[in-house]
């Protein structure tokens, strides 16, 4: 069965410092990769996703993730934090493992900026 | 505008007292779904509709109801809520009628709370 896991439920950086948020999956091969971002109070919205192709994947207000399949991880980063990007962040992970077609989320990371 | 409506945003109910959460999308989409957000847990997926009149479980379903008559619409039904019911719920929908290769569009979601 696949599996994610985010390492670090919650992280807190300096607004204009580097934003590195982890992910590891397990899943059969291809993987479809996503990261989604949770405002206050608001639903999930899609930050970028990977299928296949390019590895480096530029998602949007300066996001990007790296597929790296033999660490089988999808960090996100991004270069400069800034205020607005506080927010609850989720990395998913879905596949054909075996006609088991399914999505599966990971458990979140909480991403504070500090002034 | 696209997008899901949920409603109510908030609900507070009693022990046994059946409820319903409506979901309705304007963009056509064949895939709907239903995830509790729990701290800790992350998103767990209720019951998801690859199209109309074909619905299915999904990790947590026990406790729940839905149905698919429209297109549009997936609403989610509590005959009898418990305590442990009390959650953030979250409707979705996408494009593919699979749900698991294809961008999700969430609602703003639904706080459930059960005394």
């Known amino acids: 069965a696949q599996s994610v896991t985010q390492l670090g439920s919650h992280v807190s950086v300096s607004e204009g410092a580097l934003v590195l948020l982890r992910c590891n999956y397990s899943s059969s091969v291809p993987p479809y990769l996503f990261w989604y971002v949770q405002y206050p109070n608001q639903g999930l919205q899609l930050l970028l996703k990977?299928?296949?192709?390019?590895?480096l994947v530029k998602g949007i207000n300066g996001f990007e993730a790296e597929f790296k399949k033999s660490e089988t991880s999808f960090h996100l980063t991004k270069p400069s934090a800034h205020m607005s990007d506080a927010a609850e962040y989720f990395c998913?992970?879905?596949?054909?493992?075996?006609?088991?077609?399914?999505?599966?989320f990971g458990t979140g990371t909480r991403l504070t900026i500090i002034p | 505008e696209a997008q899901v409506t949920q409603n109510p945003r908030y609900l507070i109910t009693v022990t046994g007292k059946k409820l319903t959460v409506t979901c309705s999308q304007n963009m056509n989409h064949e895939y709907m779904s239903w995830y509790r957000q729990d701290p800790g847990l992350g998103l767990r997926q209720i019951y998801y509709s690859m199209n109309v009149e074909v619905t299915d479980k999904g990790d947590v379903p026990e406790g729940y109801k839905v149905s698919r008559k429209e297109k549009r619409n997936f609403p989610l039904i509590l005959e009898s809520p418990s305590p442990n019911q009390t959650s953030l719920y979250f409707c979705?929908?996408?494009?593919?009628?699979?749900?698991?290769?294809?961008?999700?569009?969430f609602g703003n979601g639904t706080r459930l709370t059960v005394t």
């Open positions: 998913a992970v879905s596949g054909d493992n075996f006609g088991n077609e399914k999505l599966t």
């Open positions: 979705a929908s996408s494009p593919g009628n699979r749900g698991w290769n294809s961008p999700l569009h």
């Open positions: 990977y299928t296949t192709g390019a590895t």
